[in-house]
């Protein structure tokens, strides 16, 4: 059973539309991140699922029951759903314990639920603590037992990991995969870091003007991406004018194989960067600009000595020989590209999914 479906979905506060159709549904167990930009309606969108504000047009449907279209609203305490807000969510007078059990009926909240849900987010021993006696991780791991108190099947998360640093992230992010597998529930987790959806989400819904603008698994969206400003969300590219016949690209780096068909004639075709090959025999000359050091590789900015003289970004994986600034190298295109026909409106797939 689906365990979340929303549907044409609008919301505005006054006149600012936030939401102006969203889309998504969510099978059971599965956990899907919403990614998109700073004020683009990602909270909206889980207030409105939570209960906490009515859509404006469409419908909520949870674990097939309708909470929220033009005749019903179901109030937040009745949709089973839970909720782990944004940020600073704790109360500060309530003890840990308190916290996790809140939203418990009142015979609950002193019962083996809350312990074990502190066990679960590995928080057994700090029950009688405050809030301000402990780390941000802590009070986010708090944060997160609360969401699961009530046994949802499905619960909703707001950047969970926000004000964490990169290591305690990575930590908890497998901690919340494990938790939300044991206890069995979907979830719709809000970040806006890429990193996160990719490597956390069965499949990643990208928000653009108010609209799920692509909502794939995350290699169908790395190796597919429906737009080219899309495309961008994820790592760095290269965007390269190119003429396609068939399924080859020609462009200025050579002639390229398409991932999928694309109508001939004009096309924008996008080069990752990892595709990028330095020294390649045959390949397009080039000088390099300037490089970037990261340790486990390296990023050369480089300008092509080809028509238009385009830029380009190359992620080198061995960065222990890396070029000097100035250095004329060759470059050439390593697997398949994704193209979209030059004249198409952005936003509107031109590839074919494989
Ligand atoms: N209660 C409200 N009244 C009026 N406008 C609001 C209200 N809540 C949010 N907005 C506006 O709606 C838009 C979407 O806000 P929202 O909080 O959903 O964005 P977000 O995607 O969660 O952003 P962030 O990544 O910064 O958390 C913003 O322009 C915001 O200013
Ligand atoms: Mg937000």
């Not at 029951?65 to 949709?79: G, I, K, L, N």
């Not at 009926?105 to 405050?130: K, S, T």
């Not at 909703?156 to 597998?181: I, K, M, N, Y």
Request: proline share 6%; charged share 25%; hydrophobic share 40%.
């Amino acid at each position: 059973m689906k365990d979340l479906e929303v549907t044409g979905l609008t919301k505005a506060y006054g006149a600012t539309a936030v939401l102006r159709g969203i889309d998504l549904t969510i099978e059971g167990g599965e956990l899907v991140a919403v990614l998109g930009p700073s004020g683009s309606g990602k909270t909206t969108l889980l207030r409105v699922i939570a209960g906490f504000e009515r859509a404006d047009e469409g419908s909520v449907r949870v674990h097939g029951v309708s909470v929220d279209d033009a005749d019903t609203f179901v109030p937040a305490e009745r949709r089973h759903v839970g909720y782990v807000p944004q940020e600073g969510s704790l109360f500060p007078h309530l003890s840990v314990a308190e916290n996790v059990g809140f939203g418990l009926a009142r015979r609950d909240r002193r019962g083996p639920r809350v312990n074990d849900l502190l066990a679960l987010v590995g928080l057994a021993d700090l029950g009688r603590r405050y809030p301000h006696e402990l780390s941000g991780g802590q009070q986010q791991r708090v944060a997160l037992a609360r969401g699961l108190a009530i046994d949802p099947r499905l619960v909703l998360l707001d950047e969970p990991f926000g004000s964490l640093d990169a290591g305690l992230r990575a930590a908890l992010r497998a901690d919340v995969r494990r938790v939300l597998r044991e206890a069995g529930a979907s979830a719709v987790l809000v970040t806006h870091d890429q990193d996160e959806a990719l490597s956390l989400a069965d499949r990643v819904a990208l928000i653009r003007d108010g609209r799920i603008a692509q909502c794939d698994t995350p290699e169908r969206l790395y190796a597919h991406p429906a737009t080219p400003e899309l495309a961008r969300q994820f790592g760095e590219v290269n965007l390269l004018a190119g003429t396609a016949r068939g399924d080859r690209v020609t462009t200025a780096l050579g002639e390229l194989e398409a991932a999928a068909p694309v109508s001939p004639g004009p096309v924008q075709v996008l080069v990752r960067s990892e595709q990028i090959r330095l020294g390649a025999s045959g390949g397009a000359p080039a000088e390099v600009l300037d490089t970037e050091f990261y340790g486990h590789d390296a990023v050369v900015r480089l300008r092509c000595a080809v028509e238009g003289d385009p830029c380009l970004l190359a992620r080198v994986a061995n960065p222990a020989s890396l070029p000097g600034r100035g250095e004329r190298v060759t470059v050439g295109v390593e697997g398949p590209v994704v193209a979209w026909a030059r004249d198409a409106r952005e936003g509107a797939p031109q590839t074919r999914p494989a």
